[in-house]
């Protein structure tokens, strides 16, 4: 039981490790891996997944900002972290003093960074990124030639790759071919030799190897999603499932309305459970109708409107159930087990949204080597 409110997701750290294993599988050894763990890792606690996968070796971290950086740098991450921000805001001193690397796509932004740098310090690891087809940041084809060559021959920076970034981040067709080609043709006039060339995310790491180049992007795949609905071989495993336990169980004659607007109503007597948990949680609204949950191993039906706070289930054809029985909104080790992808298509909700959205009240329950902690899993610890 989770003190206070009775809702949680539990994060398995050893199933990120296992998950890096299966990507490297997919990559070969010669492929470096930056894992992402921007947005908190996907609202699966940044800090501790950070920790595990500098355990499990990856070489690189990818951050949305300074600020998620130096989260990372306060609790000992000491790996090297990319910021994909692009633009630092009068920040910028921060990135050298933390050893930072951050992602460039004009000289305005090397302007600014040169200007805010020590001079007697290391020289600035910065990857320089390509517009081939996303149309957000990255500077177009014919800029690359020369932000490499101004970056090649400062004293103050160092190339540490060149990148690019998909526009269908879960699928690849035409279209991700197509940018793919854009970019590997810019770079054979640039003098990308010794950096990092990198554009494959989760998709494109299991689409084609052609892709990964010399270090890929994986973040939906890490903590166990899978890309397409088989392309690891059901190799990657969740790493966050999301628990709540029965609130109240009521007795409902036929007839009877559930929930804000009345939009369900019984239409035989009905045992209904009340779960602590509600779209404030990050619990989708819109899956209304169409949601289930997992009590003692069999799935029910969410009925009536998902409130603030509470959600309503239909128990009534379960043979035995109790008040504070757990429930499992997503994941678990029932054959019966919710996916992310599954809630996802309920709600109409992208999977990113989903889990990035299980707000801050849900408490992180983290497992790892058989240690079982809420709140931040330092895996030094488990070293010791």
């Known amino acids: 039981?989770?003190?206070?409110?009775?809702?949680?997701?539990?994060?398995?750290?050893?199933?990120?490790?296992?998950?890096?294993?299966?990507?490297?599988?997919?990559?070969?050894?010669?492929?470096?891996?930056?894992?992402?763990?921007?947005?908190?890792?996907?609202?699966?606690?940044?800090?501790?997944?950070?920790?595990?996968?500098?355990r499990a070796g990856v070489e690189r971290l990818g951050v949305a900002s300074i600020a998620e950086a130096m989260e990372l740098r306060q609790a000992g991450v000491t790996l090297p972290i990319v910021v994909l921000a692009g633009n630092y805001h009068q920040a910028e001193q921060l990135l050298q003093?933390?050893?930072?690397?951050?992602?460039?796509f004009r000289h305005e932004v090397l302007d600014a960074l040169e200007a805010s740098m020590d001079r007697n310090g290391d020289p600035l690891a910065v990857h320089v990124?390509?517009?081939?087809?996303m149309g957000r940041l990255g500077c177009a084809l014919s800029e690359v030639e020369s932000l490499v060559d101004r970056v090649?021959?400062?004293?103050?920076?160092?190339?540490?790759?060149?990148?690019?970034?998909?526009?269908?981040?879960?699928e690849v067709g035409p279209q991700t071919a197509q940018q793919f080609s854009e970019f590997t043709k810019c770079l054979e006039k640039s003098r990308w030799q010794g950096s990092l060339r990198h554009c494959a995310n989760s998709a494109a790491i299991f689409a084609d190897a052609d892709y990964h180049l010399d270090m890929i992007r994986p973040g939906l795949?890490?903590?166990?999603?899978?890309?397409?609905e088989s392309a690891s071989d059901?190799?990657?495993?969740?790493?966050?499932?999301?628990?709540?336990?029965?609130?109240?169980?009521?007795?409902?004659?036929?007839g009877a309305a559930v929930g804000y607007g009345g939009r369900w109503v019984s239409r035989r007597p009905t045992r209904m459970g009340i779960l602590p948990v509600g779209y404030a949680d990050g619990y989708p609204w819109a899956s209304e109708g169409r949601a289930e949950v997992v009590v003692r191993g069999q799935r029910v039906p969410v009925i009536g409107a998902i409130s603030m706070d509470m959600t309503a289930v239909d128990l009534t054809d379960l043979v035995e159930v109790s008040e504070l029985d757990p429930v499992a909104l997503l994941g678990g080790d029932s054959g019966k087990a919710i996916g992310a992808k599954e809630l996802s298509r309920w709600s109409g909700r992208l999977v990113y949204e989903l889990l990035c959205g299980i707000g801050p009240r849900v408490t992180r329950v983290y497992r790892a080597g058989g240690l079982r902690q809420t709140g931040v899993l330092d895996l030094r610890v488990i070293q010791s």
């Not at 994060?11 to 296992?18: F, S, T, V």
């Open 152 to 170: 090649q021959r400062s004293p103050l920076f160092s190339l540490a790759g060149v990148m690019s970034h998909f526009a269908r981040a879960s």
């Open 129 to 133: 990124k390509v517009d081939t087809g």
């Open 234 to 254: 059901g190799r990657l495993l969740p790493v966050l499932s999301w628990w709540t336990r029965i609130n109240t169980i009521r007795e409902l004659p036929a």
């Open 1 to 54: 039981m989770v003190a206070g409110r009775p809702t949680w997701a539990e994060i398995d750290l050893d199933r990120i490790a296992h998950n890096l294993d299966v990507i490297r599988d997919r990559c070969g050894g010669h492929v470096q891996v930056l894992g992402v763990v921007k947005a908190d890792a996907y609202g699966h606690g940044a800090v501790s997944i950070a920790h595990a996968l500098a």
């Open 97 to 104: 003093q933390n050893h930072l690397e951050p992602v460039i």
């Open 221 to 228: 795949c890490l903590y166990g999603v899978d890309p397409f």
